[in-house]
C-alpha cells in the first residue's frame, strides 16, 4: 500500500459532463501529481502542487483543472468531457519535489460514453 | 524523438532466468533515476531509485546507471512469475517533470 488513496476507482459518465477526482497523498508529503494513462500510452505528466501552490504544468487540457487545498489534499477537474478523455488518472505523492520518489496511488478509471 | 525511449516489448521468460530491461534518454540533465512496476489496473509502484551514475542492488533487483551513455538498466535475477508486470523507467533533473518511459511489458513463465 503506497499511501496515496484516490477516489472514486470507477467512473462512467457521458460526453460534455464534468467530474471531479479526489487524491489524498501520503501523510507528510507536500507535492501532487497527476497523470494520465492511457491505452498503449505512457504516463503522461499533467500537473504538479507543491503545499498548496502550482509548481509545474505538463500537456494539460484548458478543459482540465487541478487545485490543492491546505489539508493538501488535491482535485482534478475533468469538463466538457470528450471520448478521448477515458483513460487512468493517478495521483502521486512525495516528500518534497521531482527529486524525491514519488508514490502513486490506485487510479481513478475514467469511461466517457 | 522523445526524452526517454524504452522497448515495449513483451519480454517473455522462463522462471528463473536473468531479465535485463534498458531505457536511453536524450537529456544531459538527468540526474534522478527511478524504476517502477505497475500490474495491471493497479498504480506503479517504485521499485528502485539512483542518483546520478553507478549500481545499487535490493535483493534480486539491480539498478545501474551510464550517463555518458545516456543509458540505465534494471536486472531481475532469478526471475518469478509474479514480477510478470509491466515495468516503467523514468528520469529527471531534480527541479522539472518526471519523464517516464513508455513500459515494458514482462512475461515470466513457470
Known amino acids: 500500500d503506497s499511501g496515496v488513496t484516490q477516489t472514486p476507482k470507477h467512473l462512467i459518465t457521458a460526453t460534455g459532463q464534468r467530474v471531479t477526482l479526489r487524491c489524498s497523498p501520503r501523510?507528510?508529503?507536500?507535492?501532487v501529481y497527476w497523470y494520465q494513462q492511457s491505452l498503449d500510452q505512457g504516463l503522461q505528466f499533467l500537473i504538479q502542487?507543491?503545499?498548496?501552490?502550482?509548481?509545474a504544468k505538463g500537456n494539460i487540457l484548458e478543459r482540465f483543472s487541478a487545485q490543492q487545498f491546505p489539508d493538501l489534499h488535491s482535485e482534478l477537474n475533468l469538463s466538457s468531457l470528450e471520448l478521448g478523455d477515458s483513460a487512468l488518472y493517478f495521483c502521486?505523492?512525495?516528500?518534497?519535489?521531482?527529486?524525491?520518489?514519488?508514490?502513486f496511488g490506485n487510479g481513478t478509471r475514467l469511461t466517457v460514453t | 524523438q522523445k526524452e526517454v525511449e524504452q522497448d515495449p516489448g513483451p519480454l517473455s521468460v522462463p522462471e528463473g532466468a536473468i531479465v535485463s530491461l534498458n531505457c536511453t534518454y536524450s537529456?544531459?540533465?538527468?540526474?534522478?533515476f527511478m524504476w517502477y512496476r505497475q500490474y495491471s489496473r493497479k498504480g506503479p509502484e517504485l521499485l528502485m531509485y539512483?542518483?546520478?551514475?553507478g549500481n545499487k542492488e535490493d535483493g534480486r533487483f539491480t539498478a545501474q546507471v551510464d550517463k555518458s551513455s545516456k543509458y540505465i538498466s534494471l536486472f531481475i535475477r532469478d526471475s518469478q512469475p509474479s514480477d510478470s508486470a509491466t515495468y516503467l523507467c523514468?528520469?529527471?533533473?531534480?527541479?522539472?517533470?518526471?519523464?517516464f518511459g513508455t513500459g515494458t511489458r514482462l512475461q515470466v513463465f513457470p
Open positions: 523514468a528520469m529527471t533533473g531534480g527541479t522539472d517533470k518526471l519523464i
Open positions: 539512483t542518483y546520478s551514475s
Open positions: 501523510s507528510g508529503d507536500l507535492s
Open positions: 537529456n544531459s540533465a538527468f540526474q534522478y
Open positions: 502542487y507543491y503545499n498548496g501552490e502550482e509548481r
Open positions: 502521486a505523492s512525495s516528500l518534497q519535489g521531482v527529486n524525491s520518489p514519488l508514490h
